[in-house]
């Protein structure tokens, strides 16, 4: 897809997720408007800063996976993996599991671009990260998704407050100083996205598909349980509220 909304992509990798069997790759290319995704037990008041994202209505978005809080936009690119348990042989359906083997697939999508790295649970180029992970495992399947930091406006950053939970790598370093842009080391998106598919062919059979051959036929009465909690400037509500939920059902395992 390109520049879907990410609450549109959400929703259709939630509906894959648990109303189909096959085995799904989604690209994204870029999304707007700029968009705050947060787990599916984040806080708002711990992750966001509250009066600049009303100030400027941003959207926040509560994902139906686990992980940590992104700012999102149109240089970000999404790509998401959707499998059975039964898809990869020997691979436990376990986030441990999962991210060491997404980490050896990227390794091979990143390999001449700059010295790739799982760090703990993120993707990184050598002590600095480009894409933020996140996971949901059900009975029979598992989603890994990640959002890859082609570029990214260091204006945006700031609506995000640093988390209480960091990686150690971190090292309390902010923004600036922590992340890095995916555009730095390679040469376009495409060659990103062609890698994707390449390194896919060493375990899957790869058929590109339309979004409307992809959708379920039962899609339109599906109930996805991710949320907009906080709407933008398209939204017809004149006051905006937070809502916390200090205790929900969590069948999700964060990366």
């Not at 989603?143 to 930091?149: G, I, P």
């Not at 082609?150 to 995000?160: C, F």
């Not at 939970?165 to 309390?172: C, F, K, L, S, V």
């Not at 080391?185 to 495409?190: E, L, N, T, V």
């Amino acid at each position: 897809m390109g520049g879907a909304p990410i609450l549109q992509q959400l929703h259709l990798e939630e509906r894959l997720l648990r109303r189909t069997s096959d085995n799904w790759c989604i690209v994204n290319d870029g999304t707007a408007p700029p968009t705050i995704v947060m787990g599916v037990s984040g806080k708002v008041s711990e992750l966001v800063e509250i009066r600049p994202v009303l100030r400027d209505h941003v959207p926040v978005v509560r994902r139906f996976s686990g992980g940590g809080t992104v700012i999102v936009d149109q240089g970000t690119v999404f790509v998401t993996f959707i499998c059975n348990k039964t898809a990869i042989a020997g691979l436990q359906p376990f986030p441990r599991d999962i991210m060491s083997w997404t980490g050896q697939l990227y390794g091979k999508v990143f390999r001449g671009f700059g010295e790739f790295h799982l760090r703990e649970n993120d993707y990184a180029f050598d002590h600095r990260k480009f894409g933020g992970n996140a996971q949901s495992i059900t009975k029979d399947r598992w989603v890994h998704h990640t959002s890859f930091l082609w570029d990214y406006d260091v204006k945006n950053m700031g609506y995000l407050k640093n988390p209480q939970r960091a990686p150690e790598y971190r090292q309390a370093r902010d923004h600036s100083d922590f992340l890095c842009r995916m555009n730095e080391y390679m040469p376009s998106r495409s060659v990103f996205t062609e890698g994707i598919t390449a390194a896919l062919g060493d375990h899957f059979t790869v058929q590109h598909t339309e979004l409307e051959t992809a959708l379920p036929e039962d899609h339109d009465d599906f109930m996805p349980s991710t949320k907009i909690i906080v709407r933008g400037p398209h939204t017809t509500h004149r006051r905006t509220q937070f809502v916390e939920h200090d205790s929900l059902p969590m069948n999700t395992h964060g990366s």
